[in-house]
């Protein structure tokens, strides 16, 4: 869905991937035949190199400092995980395939390829489109944002499904928060065997947490005057006996 401002509903590939690797804790690195997890051992320059903080004795330190130089010899994997507790958490994963070099006290990953995982897709972004990305500006903060709603405003989350179409409600028992960013908020639909999802675009974009709130009020005050049933309601009754 777009406006007349040409502006894109949802975020592009690359911004995506920054967003992903702005906002995760913990780093996977598969090298030399194993594999590490850091978790708060990594940060992102504007770039979007990661600095990796290793102890002196790791063997990921060694590898690196041996391996030839600029040859890739290392993949880091991300996990995208939904902050709110729901069916398939991991609603995404990126990989960063390159070579690691020593700096100063840490090392410093050199990608020589990156590739996005959401849902069912992956897609290869390129390195330079990569490198100008900006996360998302509600990134580091979507999931204290979304934990907020879903525990403490559950009855806006219901009132927004007044918003989704009919069908896509049909033997719905749960509806969560799944994602947010500045175009718009995912829930996260929940049958019986099954789940779905449905984005609900704001009508223009967010840039910071104040807007988000003046975007979330537009969004409650359309679903406040929708007149369509609630059958998430009726599914909630019914198996409630």
């Given at each position: 869905?777009?406006?007349?401002?040409?502006?894109?509903?949802?975020?592009?590939?690359?911004?995506?991937?920054?967003?992903?690797?702005?906002?995760?804790?913990?780093?996977?690195?598969?090298?030399?035949?194993g594999r590490e997890e850091f978790l708060g051992a990594h940060t992102v320059d504007e770039d979007g190199r990661v600095h990796l903080h290793v102890p002196d004795d790791s063997a990921l330190l060694t590898?690196?400092?041996?391996?030839?130089?600029?040859?890739?010899?290392?993949?880091?994997?991300?996990?995208?995980?939904?902050?709110?507790?729901?069916?398939?958490?991991?609603?995404?994963?990126?990989?960063?395939?390159?070579?690691?070099?020593?700096?100063?006290?840490?090392?410093?990953?050199?990608?020589?390829?990156?590739?996005?995982?959401?849902?069912?897709?992956a897609v290869v972004v390129g390195l330079d489109e990569f490198a100008e990305a900006r996360p998302d500006p509600l990134a580091t903060a979507e999931a204290q944002l979304l934990t907020h709603l879903a525990d403490a405003h559950p009855d806006a989350v219901e009132r927004l499904t007044r918003l989704v179409r009919h069908e896509s409600l049909h033997g719905a028992v749960r509806v969560q928060p799944l994602a947010v960013d500045r175009h718009g908020l995912t829930l996260r639909i929940e049958r019986a065997r099954a789940h779905g999802d449905v984005r609900l675009p704001f009508h223009t974009p967010a840039d910071d947490v104040g807007q988000l709130t003046e975007r979330m009020h537009v969004l409650l005050t359309r679903a406040g005057t929708a007149s369509c049933p609630r059958p998430l309601q009726r599914q909630r009754t019914d198996g409630d006996g």
């Open positions: 869905m777009r406006d007349g401002h040409g502006w894109t509903a949802v975020p592009g590939a690359a911004e995506r991937a920054r967003s992903v690797l702005a906002a995760s804790w913990s780093c996977a690195v598969t090298a030399d035949g590898a690196a400092i041996c391996a030839p130089r600029g040859e890739p010899s290392a993949v880091l994997e991300f996990a995208d995980v939904a902050p709110v507790p729901v069916r398939n958490r991991i609603r995404g994963r990126l990989w960063l395939a390159g070579w690691f070099a020593p700096e100063d006290d840490h090392l410093v990953f050199h990608a020589t390829r990156v590739v996005l995982k959401q849902a069912t897709a």
